[in-house]
C-alpha cells in the first residue's frame, strides 16, 4: 500500500514538475537525446561487429572429410577385436 501510495504522489510530483518547468524539460530533453542516440549507435556497432567476427570464426572451423574406406577398415578391426576378446573372455573360464 506505501507504494502504491509513494508511486502515487511522485506521478503527481513529476506533472506537476513538468508542467512547471516545462521549457527546461525540454532544454534537458534536446541534451539528453543526442547522447542516447549515440550511445545506442555504439552499442550497435559493437554488437553488431562482436556478431560479426563470430561467424567469421565459424566459417574458419571446416569440419574434415569423412573417408569411407578408412571408416570401414577401422569398423573391420574393431569386428576382430571383439572376436578376440571374447576368445579370451571364454579361454578363461
Given at each position: 500500500m506505501?507504494?502504491?501510495i509513494g508511486g502515487a504522489v511522485a506521478a503527481v510530483l513529476?506533472?506537476?514538475g513538468i508542467s512547471v518547468w516545462f521549457s527546461e524539460f525540454l532544454q534537458v530533453?534536446?541534451?539528453?537525446?543526442?547522447?542516447?542516440l549515440l550511445m545506442g549507435g555504439g552499442l550497435a556497432l559493437y554488437l553488431g561487429?562482436?556478431?560479426l567476427k563470430d561467424s567469421w570464426k565459424?566459417?574458419?572451423t571446416t569440419e574434415p572429410a569423412v573417408n569411407?574406406?578408412?571408416?570401414?577398415?577401422y569398423k573391420k578391426e574393431i569386428d576382430d577385436l571383439k572376436k578376440e576378446i571374447e576368445s579370451l573372455k571364454s579361454d578363461k573360464k
Open positions: 506505501k507504494t502504491l513529476g506533472l506537476i530533453l534536446a541534451g539528453v537525446v543526442p547522447i542516447m561487429f562482436d556478431e565459424k566459417d574458419d569411407t574406406e578408412d571408416t570401414e577398415k
